[in-house]
């Protein structure tokens, strides 16, 4: 797989795959904006086989599944060594409420917000970077 150019952040270069993981389905079943029920086995065997073929950044957000894909994304890259690790980005910014899991999450942008929201997603993520937020 071709590499886009190089992009400089800081003293890190990254090179990125042409195509990437999209983890929106991946998410599951039971929230609003829900693709369906996902075999999380299968999901992580994708991304598995997605990066052995090349892919090398996997784009998810904390809403997706409302957690849920970024858990399943950090089952599939444990243990990977770090040269062969994707590159893992999310975002933050809607917040959902656990009681009802129905209800359309919150676009909420202040600073204790997105600091909660980070921390949750390095747990989620099992990972102590993430690489574009």
Not at 41 to 48: Q, V
Not at 75 to 89: C, E, M, N, Y
């Amino acid at each position: 797989m071709t590499s886009l150019p190089t992009r400089r952040l800081g003293s890190t270069d990254m090179h990125l795959s042409r195509i990437g993981f999209g983890a929106w389905a991946i998410g599951g079943a039971g929230w609003r904006y829900a693709w369906g029920a996902q075999d999380d086995a299968g999901s992580i065997a994708t991304i598995r086989r997605a990066v052995e073929a090349g892919v090398n950044w996997i784009d998810t957000a904390a809403v997706y599944g409302l957690g849920h894909s970024e858990e399943v994304v950090g089952k599939a890259i444990a243990g990977l060594p770090d040269a062969d690790r994707p590159f893992v980005f999310t975002k933050a910014g809607l917040v959902w409420d656990d009681n009802d899991r129905a209800a359309a999450p919150r676009r909420v942008m202040a600073a204790a917000s997105v600091r909660r929201e980070i921390e949750d997603s390095l747990r989620r993520l099992d990972v102590e970077r993430i690489d574009l937020y």
